[in-house]
């Protein structure tokens, strides 16, 4: 959808009124109403500048652009109701054209335009491979505007001419192929999993490709259909960095196995998951709670069968312990022994597949890792030979079973989103203390234009995620923080236990943006606990005094908590691990404006974060290629 296209003679040659009918018609098919009056003077104004400028490039340089076309307002599919001003084909060039009616730009200006584009060259099949740039007008600048900020031009009106000649590529676009071509995002989870169980197909996109999702849930599916066929009971484990995938290939193995041997179920015991994924869904079939999956058919007195026989466990490594397990459930026995009895029990067959996250542990009784499952099928109460399955980084964990290795089921690169892709790296090298590998990592977030930034100001986080997804009411950003911090509460972050447990994670994450109760509104964040496994396009991480740099080092200051932990500071840090994975689209982190957390900045700076900037801090340039 859009609002016109043509070629720029077509345009040039067209009224006011015949473009801004088809602008107000498309207008109303996507938000059925009319366009108000500051849209409609917008538009007005946008048509001025764009005539003024593809007419001076026209005279200029007229056997250059004879090949040109435009198209204003197209939607990107998928997207709530997300569209670039105007797209220019310039020869084969795409130029992402955005005005702004302020005289100076803010940030959120610039990384939207540039979303933009990236968003095009890299989801949109017809723009694959092409020269892309982005350029902002902001509408009231002085005349003489001519700077570049983060790869964007930003200009005042009367220099756009130069800016899409000194951009223009030989060639020519077929501008109804491009109009008509596949815009493949791979959808956030959520989304994922309502298109996954409406049976509707996933985009088959380059990075998902890429990473071996694909492979992998097929593979999955052959293993489950071998062990049908011979009767064999099976345990497979996938392993993955944050982001992989993991969920996905889970839910989609589930789906899929459920049409050909009945129903499959997604367990897990990551409780604001659960809850997200069943209110998406409007279902609690597919996707349960393995605590009380456990207590109906392991713990009862007398203990029912499942009717499943392909079950996954989302987060295998965390599984409870015999000593969790014996002050929770007053039972002896660890999660995977029973899990591991209940697949015994199945009636001819079972697949029990494990999904593990790299460095995910982060509560009470989870620090066992997937030992557990390989002392569980070797347990002497353990009646029945099983199956391993694992990538070759797993397979020292299985001594005695000779598992069958295949590193098709290791998941190493991120999905959130292609800028996202080394992202896990950087919050490795950054919590490690490595500051400087951090900072050589972090170059490449700048290339793939992935926001890193930090703040003192809280309300400058919050003012930028709101003007960046102002157009994009699909996007979900929200406050996040550890669940050990103090500092936050004393400015007006309450991430105390009281107030993240009585909120309605399910609606923080699924509710319009407008509600009260989503996390766009900015008011109440979640902790670890609460995004876990889960994703936001734009989180804004509460760093906490619990994590500081002081003395050249990390200082951490885990929790007291009733029960010991193994190991506090590894849990801590992967607590920060899982906060600052969860951004699709990048993240802003906020550290409180106090003096001991001075050098907290100082770090985060070290390691190539980017200050989220005021306003006019533009440097000048004369040209593209200057």
Known sequence: MWGWAGSVGSFLGATDEQVLSSLASHHRGLWHTRPAQAQHD?????????????????????????DWSLVLEYELPMEGGRRPDAVVHAGNALVVVEFKSTAIPVQADLDQVSAYTRDLLDYHKASHGRPGWSILVPCGAAAGLAAM?????????????HYLLDAAAPGRVDLDVWLHSAYEPLPALVEAA???????????????????????????????????????????FVGGVPGAG??????????????????????????????????ALQSRVFVRDIHAFIRTYALNQRPKTPSEHVIVFDEAQRAWDSDQMLMKRATPRSEPDLLVNIGERIDGWATLVGLIGDGQEIHVGEESGIEQWSAAALAPNATRKWTVHCPSRFAASFPGHDPVVNDALDLTTTLRSRRAEHLHQWVALTLSGSLALANAQAQRFATDDYVLYVTRHLDAAREYAQALYASAPLRRFGLVASAAAKRPQKYGV?????????????????????????????????????????ELDLPIVC???????????????????KVPLKDPMQVLQNAYRVLLTRGRDGMVIWVPPDRDMDATETALLAAGVRLLPDVNALGAVTSIGA
């Open 42 to 66: 917008a538009w007005c104004g946008e048509l001025t500048i764009l005539r003024n400028a593809l007419r001076t490039a026209v005279v200029a340089e007229p056997a250059a652009t004879d």
């Open 149 to 161: 900020k983060n790869n964007v031009i930003i200009t005042a009106a009367e220099g756009l001419a």
């Open 194 to 236: 309502r298109r996954i169980f409406r049976d509707e197909p996933l985009p088959h996109v380059k990075s998902a490709v890429r990473a071996g999702v694909p492979e992998a849930v097929e593979l999955l599916g052959t293993i489950a259909d071998e062990a049908a066929r011979t009767g064999r009971r099976v345990l497979a």
């Open 246 to 279: 993991k969920t996905l290939v889970g839910l989609r193995l589930v789906h899929e196995r459920t049409k050909e041997h009945g129903r499959a179920t997604f367990l897990s015991g990551n409780g604001p998951l659960v809850q997200v994924l069943q209110d």
């Open 494 to 534: 309450d991430n105390g236990f009281m107030a993240t447990s009585r909120m309605n994670v399910a609606k923080w994450y699924n509710a319009d943006p407008d509600s009260p109760l989503s996390c766009c509104a900015l008011t109440q964040p979640v902790t670890e606990f609460g995004c876990q496994g889960l």
């Open 543 to 561: 760093w906490g005094e619990d994590y500081r740099w002081a003395n050249d080092a990390w200082q951490l200051s885990p929790p007291r908590r």
